[in-house]
């Protein structure tokens, strides 16, 4: 990994020039019941997330609202670590979620004006977040349909001295395919070797295959050139809470982070911090509620898909997403129609650059998920639509 820079900067922090599926969201006001827009698990409260831990309302009422280590409340930093995600607390950063984090990192690295190679197709962040720090970002396919394993070769390649990045999502948002241990290793190593940091996004990693591991627990990742990304929202339906982390074995990147953090929100708020801590005490027991819905409707999407001689499934390895070949709802106006007229939501992939598909997510309730199925045949079926 290349030196961190002396003066640490956040700017000159640029809007996109186009609208992309963030504003897109937003534009469509609350999301109906039946969405299968959403890429994580279904939403807990406090009362779900106090109840697991069985505590009482008191524990949330009696937490002190000062200021608390703007690195992350320690036993959040210790429970991030005993989930998995970390080698040890002490290289982790908590953040305002995940989108933080990539921010901090991308900041922290001094992507302004330097290449930052990204793999797609990947959710929006991913991309726009080195573009907004001023990086020319450089995107790599890394997908094809039918295809549960990322392809990082075409990525490896294109790693060259004076790469400030490479970003990695997997599980990726909106395939679900997943990284081949050995070939992020060759990555991590063509990074290390040309001063590249590589840098993990694995927000919905261990979701829907039990098997997955962290890349944490790779040996390539404790020689300081890697970082991995992750937070509580897409596991754990936590989304409210705004609890992400960034960790890594370099002092030197995680120091740069923390100081960035200090311009940013300085700190979480102290009552989400302990929900998040909870939440992570007990993931397993949240996880895999959430991994046997996905399972199912995973199955029952497979079946559906099968009905239609138009459509096609590349099912994915692990994450809360699929992506579906169903050309009649992959623009933004049909997805819009569907939404008006069915009450169902979901992403087209005209707003993904995945042309004739649509992303699914797989943590509905899994009655709510067949009925948003038949809505959809409906949706198909309407000439509005």
Excluded at 41 to 63: C, I, Q, Y
Excluded at 172 to 198: F, H, I, K, W, Y
Excluded at 224 to 243: E, F, N, P, T
Aim: hydrophobic share 50%; glycine share 12%; net charge neutral.
């Amino acid at each position: 990994m290349g030196s961190i820079p002396a003066a640490l900067r956040l700017g000159p922090l640029q809007a996109p020039r186009t609208a992309g599926l963030e504003r897109w969201f937003a534009q469509q006001g609350s999301p109906p019941l039946l969405d299968l827009g959403r890429s994580g698990a279904p939403g807990l409260s406090a009362r779900d997330v106090l109840d697991l831990a069985g505590a009482g309302a008191e524990v949330l009422l009696d937490v002190s609202l000062d200021y608390d280590d703007g690195a992350g409340r320690p036993g959040l930093r210790a429970a991030v670590a005993a989930s998995g995600a970390a080698r040890h607390a002490a290289e982790v950063l908590v953040t305002n979620g995940a989108v933080e984090a990539l921010l901090l990192c991308c900041a922290a690295i001094g992507v302004h004006g330097r290449p930052v190679l990204v793999a797609t197709p990947s959710y929006e962040a991913l991309m726009r977040t080195p573009a907004a720090l001023g990086a020319a970002v450089e995107r790599i396919d890394v997908w094809r349909p039918g295809r549960d394993l990322l392809d990082l070769d075409p990525l490896i390649a294109r790693v060259r001295p004076g790469v400030a990045a490479v970003l990695v999502n997997t599980p990726a948002n909106p395939s679900g395919a997943v990284a081949d241990g050995e070939q992020l290793a060759t990555l991590a190593a063509r990074c290390a070797a040309t001063g590249a940091t590589l840098v993990v996004d694995e927000v919905a990693v261990n979701t829907l295959d039990a098997s997955t591991r962290s890349v944490t627990t790779a040996p390539w990742f404790a020689g300081a050139g890697a970082v991995a990304i992750g937070d509580a929202s897409k596991q754990c339906g936590l989304g409210g809470l705004r609890c992400g982390w960034l960790t890594t074995a370099s002092t030197a990147l995680l120091g740069a982070a923390a100081a960035l953090k200090d311009l940013t929100t300085l700190g979480n708020a102290a009552p989400a911090e302990l929900l998040a801590q909870l939440a992570l005490e007990h993931r397993e027991r949240i996880v895999a509620a959430v991994r046997d819905a996905a399972r199912r409707n995973l199955a029952t999407l497979s079946s559906w898909i099968a009905g239609r001689g138009d459509a096609a499934l590349t099912p994915p390895r692990d994450g809360l997403v699929a992506l579906a070949f169903l050309p009649e709802l992959a623009t933004a106006r049909a997805a819009e129609c569907l939404r008006r007229e069915h009450g169902v939501a979901l992403v087209p992939g005209e707003l993904l650059g995945i042309a004739g598909h649509v992303r699914l997510g797989l943590g509905l309730a899994p009655e709510r998920f067949a009925e948003a199925l038949g809505r959809l045949d409906a949706g198909i079926r309407s000439p509005a639509g």
